[in-house]
């Protein structure tokens, strides 16, 4: 059994930073890729980052140079770091890990994590 679980999320103010987590537990025999997904009421789900195991990244250009995700392998946790937030990016944001699980290799998503913007 594997689990995603997202945290970090909150209230913040336009200008503001927040850092959400997303760690993964269970049965894992190793995380290769992990996304980042951010769905905001009406909207579909977007695709905001994505980390390679290696620590290769890449980004939207909606948050590109505001936005940094990091993962720390030996935790199975990854970050995203969120600076200069503005009034288009609040959403629940979700991650995404693929995961090798026995012999089995599938994409596992976390209940997302809420992140409002207001002042």
């Known amino acids: 059994q594997v689990q995603v679980v997202e945290s970090g999320g909150g209230l913040v103010q336009p200008g503001g930073s927040l850092r959400l987590s997303c760690a993964a537990s269970?049965?894992?025999?190793?995380?290769?890729?992990m996304e980042w997904y951010r769905q905001a009421p009406g909207d579909g789900r977007e695709w905001v980052a994505a980390?390679?195991?290696?620590?290769?990244?890449v980004y939207a250009d909606s948050v590109k140079g505001r936005f940094t995700v990091s993962r720390d392998n030996a935790k199975n946790t990854m970050y995203l770091q969120m600076n200069s937030l503005k009034a288009e990016d609040p959403a629940v944001y979700y991650c995404?890990?693929?995961?090798?699980?026995?012999?089995?290799?599938?994409?596992?998503w976390g209940q997302g994590t809420q992140v409002t913007v207001s002042s």
């Open positions: 980390i390679t195991r290696g620590a290769s990244t």
């Open positions: 995404k890990c693929t995961i090798q699980s026995g012999t089995s290799l599938g994409d596992y």
């Open positions: 269970g049965s894992i025999v190793s995380i290769s890729d």
